[in-house]
């Protein structure tokens, strides 16, 4: 899902993607995850879905274009970025408030520059629609402090993002600050 792609692009290590997963991928094992990519097809997609918000994708879920936008951006997000991946720390972050844990957060950090994501866990009972959840409303994560914010209490900016909002329309948080781009 897209939880597992966001974990899978963001914590330490090398990111892979079998071909052809930048969909649903629903197949199982040897021989039956072995069907031909249609890779024009897939090409053209990723034209549709590159520059994309990803949330804005989220309601025409079954034709999996917010996946592989999502896959898009966080793709991008490394190549702008390589030295935060191959070398910047990683720290768990603890989310806060009432669903805090039905929450798996981390920051990746190097130089200034942070990446904080935040994906659900153990979210039976809490689906609203395609890919909303509910019960998230009042919990947030600490966010790092920004340029000039002062640096906070145990190094966080003192700032936090509320997960409701955004967990009620996709399952994944990213909060990038410090880039190149200054996000």
């Known amino acids: ?19 052809g997963t930048e969909e649903w991928d629903l197949s199982l094992v040897d021989p039956d995850n072995r069907r031909p990519v249609d890779w024009d097809r897939l090409s053209r997609q990723l034209d549709a879905v590159a520059e994309a918000d990803p949330a804005a994708l989220a309601e025409s879920w079954p034709d999996a274009r917010v ?3 999502l896959a898009a951006r966080l793709l991008r997000l490394r190549r702008e970025d390589p030295e ?18 039905h ?29 909303g959840l509910t019960g998230f409303d009042g919990t947030a994560v600490p966010l790092p402090a920004g340029p000039g914010d002062g640096g906070g209490e145990r190094g966080i900016g003192g700032s936090r993002a509320d997960l409701g909002p955004v967990f009620g329309r996709l399952p994944v948080f990213l909060h990038h600050l410090g880039g190149r781009d200054g996000q």
């Open 84 to 101: 935060l991946f191959a070398r910047g720390d990683y720290a768990p972050v603890e989310a806060e408030g009432p669903a805090a844990a």
């Open 67 to 69: 996946k592989h936008g």
């Open 1 to 19: 899902g897209l939880a597992q792609l966001a974990a899978q692009m963001t914590l330490p290590g090398i990111p892979d993607l079998y071909q």
């Open 103 to 131: 929450v798996v957060a981390w920051r990746r950090s190097l130089d200034g520059r942070h990446l904080v994501v935040a994906v659900p866990r153990l979210v039976a009972g809490r689906l609203n629609g395609a890919l």
